[in-house]
């Protein structure tokens, strides 16, 4: 199984799937949120290895950055009531 490209902090329009965790890209954060079973067989290997591919990338995108900032700060998303209800 080929893990899929994800280019770290590039768009806010990536978002992969492993198992029921989902990886989501953003401009100024990766959300993770879900789950994953990792199990002992080869199905598991190949999620535990799409996953540490993925943190692998994460980790050189942020090692690379030259200005990198101690902390940013994550401004909470208005609220917006749903026009469907």
């Keep these: 199984m ?7 902090y590039h768009n806010e329009t990536t978002s992969l799937l492993i198992g029921d965790l989902t990886v989501e890209n953003r401009l100024d954060r990766i959300s993770l949120y879900g789950s994953l079973d990792i199990t002992k067989d080869h ?3 190949e999620d535990a290895q799409q996953l540490k591919d993925i943190i692998d990338s994460i980790v050189d995108t942020l090692q690379k950055e030259n200005n990198l900032p101690k902390r940013i ?3 909470k ?3 917006v009531l749903n026009p469907f209800l």
Excluded: H
């Design 77 to 79: 998303a208005d609220s």
């Design 2 to 8: 080929k893990t899929e490209v994800l280019n770290p």
């Design 73 to 75: 700060v994550i401004e």
């Design 43 to 45: 199905i598991g290997l």
